[in-house]
């Protein structure tokens, strides 16, 4: 029997291509950006894509153009030619961009080995996505850096890396096609996340750090004034409730993005853990105060030494 010509085999619809093209591409860029590894592919993607097929061709010089808001080079009076130079133009713009990127993301992960980030002198053509993802790995970057001070500064941070990522995804808005901007979309909802809850974190250690005064304080006022002691004791309870479902929330937030950020590195968490840990919880046994309190311990312990049971004071 006779095998089927070439025009005759069945094929994708160019709308299935684009979306496919688009995602490649969408993902080579992210991992330009935010890989600590080998990007060589990932550099080289528009040329692998040209390779392909001529509809392949045309449509990642397209998806590529669009994204990163290149302009069409001057039109002449053959078609043919404009074509040849439209993918030119991208084939050597793209790389200058890529290359800044990739630079900006290892700079932004290793300062002291790459030397600190200025934005004042950009060596790339920029446009929404570009100043976008530039956004974002400044915004990652703070709240990491921010995790290494005081708590006054990781919480007076947080302001403006909250307005920072409000402004990231309108200017993922701003770029066409949308799909590209998929990933980075999905990283800024983690990074949100990894914000709003490592701030909650935070603010439930300053809490209960005050209210473990209080106990302390009321219970040796028990007699006297009974519902005193009973209230911080509740306020205790309250802010260790807060605090199990922030935990929750940025150990998701944090699989999701696979992301390294632990709670007990956040500033002020471990001294309060080990003296709210210490503390004589044994009017709380309505609450369970004793055994929330270990849970966070064990399950922090395994990559903390300093909770490990031999360790902890």
Known sequence: MPSPTADALPRLPNELFDRIITFVIADSV???CVSPGDT????DVLPTLHKVSPLFRAISTEVVRKAFDMPHVKQTADPGEDAENEHSSVLQTLPKILTYLHSIGTRLR??????QVTFQNITCPTGPF???YMLYLSCAT??????QGSVAMFQ?????IFAALEQNMCMCGMVVPALVTGLLEESVRVEVGLARYGLEIVRCFCELDEHADSIVVHRAATAENGLTFEIALASFEYFIARLELANIEYRRMNMAGNSES???ELPGVLPTLRKIHGLDLVEGVEFKLVERIQ??????????PFLNPKNLI
Not at 110 to 115: C, K, M, S, V
Not at 142 to 147: C, D, E, K, P, V
Not at 295 to 304: H, I, R
């Open 262 to 264: 632990r709670p007990f």
């Open 295 to 304: 849970a966070l311990v064990d399950e922090w312990s395994y990559a903390c």
């Open 30 to 32: 992210h991992s330009i």
């Open 142 to 147: 703070i709240r990491r850096n921010a995790m």
């Open 130 to 132: 570009v100043l976008a």
């Open 156 to 160: 007076s941070s947080h302001a403006a």
């Open 110 to 115: 290793h300062p002291t080995d790459w030397g």
């Open 40 to 43: 060589t592919w990932d550099m």
